[in-house]
């Protein structure tokens, strides 16, 4: 895994990215000599991971978004960090954007570099399927802290993964004399300043 060429930032970042991947669940040794290109970081991971295709998914791309990068598109604006990830992303691989206002220059990438296609936002997941998603992400609940998970997010699932992972409404269970209201109220701030910081209301 010797370098090959000087990589920009954003391709060296997909580089890390791939080997903080295979480092974390024991495929190659800490401490391992970088990856040179991002070709070749696809080609080491797709063999050691024995899959067929890779695809990365960035959460809460906005912040990618509000940031330029180091490229300039055909009408002299600036690429976004955001622009110069996705135009990293070795073919036939993808790369999976979530978000709620962020942008991507369509027409350049879809003309040029990439094959960009909008997905419309996840659905909502049923109460009945909560126990399956929460046994998906190793979370243990007991039939009353289910319910919980998926009232207070609703079931989307970005939100409900969060809240059961970092057992934030186990946390609001626990406080004494708070009603459901004031519990529903703590993790609707929780979600806005935590999760959503974009969405934050200005001051």
């Known amino acids: 895994m010797q370098p090959s060429r000087h990589p920009s930032p954003c391709q060296r970042a997909l580089c890390l990215l791939i080997q903080d991947h295979l480092t974390d669940v024991g495929l190659i040794g ?12 696809y ?18 791309c906005e912040e990618l978004a509000e940031k330029d990068g180091f490229s300039v598109h055909s009408d002299r ?22 978000g709620c206002s962020a942008s991507i220059n369509r027409t350049e990438f879809v003309l040029t570099k990439a094959n960009v296609t909008t997905l419309e ?24 802290l289910r319910l919980l998970f998926h009232e207070l997010t609703g079931g ?3 939100v409900l993964r969060d809240a059961s992972v970092r057992s934030y409404t ?3 269970l626990q406080q004494p004399g708070r009603s459901y209201t004031s519990a529903f109220d703590s993790w609707a701030l929780y979600v806005q300043e935590a999760l959503y910081p974009l969405l934050k209301p200005p001051q």
């Open 170 to 172: 186990g946390f609001l």
């Open 30 to 41: 800490h401490g391992t000599t970088e990856f040179g290109d991002e070709g070749t970081a």
């Open 77 to 98: 604006t600036r690429y976004t960090m955001l622009d110069e990830f996705c135009v990293s992303i070795p073919a036939p691989h993808a790369i999976v954007c979530v």
């Open 156 to 158: 989307v699932p970005p």
């Open 121 to 144: 936002p996840l659905e909502p997941i049923a109460q009945r399927e909560v126990a399956a998603a929460l046994d998906s992400w190793s979370v243990k609940a007991d039939e009353a």
């Open 43 to 60: 080609e080491a991971w797709m063999k050691l991971t024995n899959s067929q295709v890779g695809v990365i998914a960035l959460d809460t």
